[in-house]
């Protein structure tokens, strides 16, 4: 777990993605709009970053484990950065507005021998992410104005 030298921020709608974070890893994520992203993290490699992140219609900023990149396990063609906000939702939220902030990197992409290994790596990224973001240097960027400005 490595701090970003300057945190990014982003903003831009939650769209559709391959459907496969809930239904298929048990780990729903939100999509961001491409055109949120477009040049804004290519100086980062591919990979695993932890973060913070706050839907429009919810008051709470959730810590935040999320991919950047093609996913070499299913062989993307589009480049994603996609979110795991730790904590269960009732419904789905396309549409809204996502805010995110990337504080920092967790691992690189690679391909698992099987989606059993992936997901039990996910499972270990989102238990870094928690334990990091619980770190007092952290916490504190939970009230940063980025997520209550208009």
């Known amino acids: 777990m490595k701090a970003l030298a ?8 939650v769209v559709k993605g391959f459907q496969r974070g ?10 961001l709009d491409p055109k949120a992203f477009e040049g804004k993290v290519d100086h ?5 970053y932890f973060g913070l992140a706050k839907i429009e219609t919810d008051k709470k900023v959730y810590q935040t484990a999320l991919s950047i990149g093609w996913n070499p396990q299913f062989k993307n063609k ?3 950065v996609e979110a795991y906000l730790v904590h269960e939702f009732e419904n789905d939220f396309y549409g809204e507005e996502m805010r995110l902030m990337i504080i920092g990197h967790v691992r690189g992409q690679v391909a698992f021998k099987d989606i ?27 009230d940063d104005t980025f997520f209550t400005e208009s």
């Open 116 to 142: 059993d290994t992936l997901k039990d790596a996910i499972r270990g990224d989102v238990e870094a992410t928690v334990k990091t973001l619980n770190e007092t240097q952290y916490s504190r960027l939970m």
């Open 6 to 13: 300057e945190s990014i921020k982003l903003k831009g709608k």
């Open 44 to 48: 980062l490699g591919e990979g695993v």
């Open 22 to 31: 809930s239904k298929l890893l048990g780990w729903p994520t939100a999509n």
């Open 78 to 80: 589009e480049k994603t």
